[in-house]
């Protein structure tokens, strides 16, 4: 059983900044990939970044705005928590993220994830 707690959430303005942290409980986090979602009012929940327990990454390409060169996901074992630094944020950004873990290998699909966080919510104004 994994825990995940998501924080560092907030308003911010266009062009700014905001680091995520997802503290997860539970045992053998590094043998779990981690990955961060989001979700804006009215649309589907979607990936935005994974990472594998060796530290391997990726991120989401398949929004017209892509995330890739602007947010970095990484993962601490020994804190047991993955990261999502946001820069230059948009408008666009606005979203509930959330964070999710499911066993070794990451997905871009969220029904493979077995495990979720509440989510926090980023508000970019422009």
């Known amino acids: 059983q994994v825990q995940l707690v998501e924080s560092g959430g907030g308003l911010v303005q266009t062009g700014g900044s905001l680091r995520l942290s997802c503290a997860a409980s539970?045992?053998?986090?590094?043998?779990?990939?981690m990955a961060w979602f989001r979700q804006a009012p009215g649309k589907v929940r979607e990936f935005v970044a994974g990472v594998s327990g060796s530290g391997a990454t990726t991120y989401s390409t398949y929004s017209a705005d892509s995330v890739k060169g602007r947010f970095t996901i990484s993962r601490d074992n020994a804190k047991t928590t993955v990261y999502l630094q946001m820069n230059s944020l948009k408008p666009e950004d606005t979203a509930v993220y959330l964070c999710a873990a499911r066993p070794w290998v990451y997905s871009d699909y969220d029904p493979d994830y077995e495990y979720w966080g509440q989510g926090t919510q980023v508000t970019v104004s422009s």
């Open positions: 539970g045992r053998a986090f590094s043998t779990y990939a």
